[in-house]
């Protein structure tokens, strides 16, 4: 059983370029989540897919967009970046529902710096 | 608006005592809560989570105490070790035994054991 993958593990781009984030969930997790840890903060959720579907968004922009493939691996793209995306990101997977405890397996995220 | 906060930004402990990190939360929904624990370089790994019905679960060396009225759980790491060093975040969420959705997560408490 793999863990969360995710690529590039590093990635410079320039102000107003676009970036594609790659990840791929655990083995049997059909949820694929999104989050941006900035420096000194906590990870704030971006989005979150279930079945290929958008399952709930958090607070930001319309250029952060997402999908989720069939095998249940996600990409997430950031147009127009700014030099406030500059952070961590971090891909989770989690398990099919109502399997009682439960959690979120992080992937070691994509450290993105924007110039 | 941050609805999960960890007001203690570090935690220094000798090895071999005990380690309390807090957390406290304003949403009366969150029925489910997690603790990470994250290194440098890495994404969270998870330590242990609660639900809302019980008030103590033990995972080994690790504690987690839930206080519903007063929005606060707490982790205790005993007897703590070097390798504990990290950065621990607490997250919480709307859980309801389906799909694990958004986490909510606060800043982090940066721990250190010293021998």
């Keep these: ?115 | 608006d941050q609805q999960v906060k960890q007001n203690s930004p570090s935690l220094s402990v000798q090895e071999g005592r005990i380690s309390i990190l807090n957390c406290d939360y304003t949403n009366s929904m969150f029925d489910y809560f997690l603790w990470y624990k994250k290194y440098p370089a890495e994404g969270p790994t998870f330590l242990i989570s609660i639900s809302s019905i019980k008030d103590k679960n033990e995972d080994g060396r690790f504690t987690v105490f839930l206080n519903k009225s007063a929005k606060h759980l707490s982790l205790h790491i005993v007897p703590s070790q070097p390798g504990d060093s990290a950065v621990y975040f607490c997250a919480a969420t709307d859980y309801r035994g389906s799909t694990l959705g958004r986490l909510y997560f606060g800043r982090g408490t940066q721990l250190t054991v010293w021998p």
């Design chain 1, 1 to 115: 059983e793999t863990g969360v993958t995710q690529s590039p593990t590093h990635l410079i781009k320039t102000r107003g370029q676009q970036v594609t984030l790659r990840c791929s969930s655990q083995s049997g997790h059909n949820t694929v989540s999104w989050y941006q840890q900035a420096l000194g903060q906590g990870p704030q959720f971006i989005f979150q897919y279930y079945r290929e579907e958008e399952n709930g968004r958090g607070n930001f922009p319309p250029r952060f967009s997402g999908l989720q493939f069939p095998n249940y691996s996600s990409e997430l793209n950031v147009n127009a970046l700014e030099l406030d995306d500059s952070a961590l990101y971090l891909c989770a997977s989690s398990p099919v529902a109502g399997q009682g405890d439960t959690e979120a397996f992080f992937g070691q995220g994509t450290r993105l710096t924007v110039v």
